[in-house]
């Protein structure tokens, strides 16, 4: 006999459609770039109507703050006292920044610098997460020193660097990614 199948109430299928148009969002971002997000775009790879786009989102930039939100969140560094090395933490921001989906914040802020309703809407998510991942709050136990957070400061730019190199070569690292990872690391274990 047949199992009857379980209707999903109301806020489940909305937070799945809003899942699915922040997860179409970012695909986008990520393999044609800001200048390919449309609403028809991304209702087209989520499988729903403008309509259902609309009834949950006001805007195309209200879509995207709460996309990079649920990428943040996916991002976000470890537990407080899980790691507990200069080198752990680089390793943790390294495995955010390397991620290919990483692409996807890097075209937003690019965007957000030249669009002021995208500026208006991500923003705030966008100084929420530089909050989260400052080295006052990030792991204060490892940047006790002026000297730690200013190394932490060029590492975390230099990986930028590279995400941002990955992402005009196609998501491919460059040929010198694993050198500057290297010497990053290298320093980190001398301080």
Sequence with gaps: MARPTERRSQADRSASTRGALADAAVAVLVERGWAAVTVAEVCSRAGVTRGAFHHHYATLPALLADALERLYDEFVPPEPGSVTTL???????????????????????????????????????????ASLVSPDSLAPSILRTKARKDFYAMARESMLGLALGRATNGGAPLPHEGSVLALLRKEATAR
């Design 87 to 129: 080198v752990e933490l680089l390793d943790a921001n390294w495995a955010a920044i390397g991620d290919a989906r990483f692409k996807a914040v890097l075209e937003a802020w690019l965007a957000m610098a030249n669009d002021p309703a995208l500026l208006t809407e991500i923003g705030p998510v966008v100084a929420s997460f």
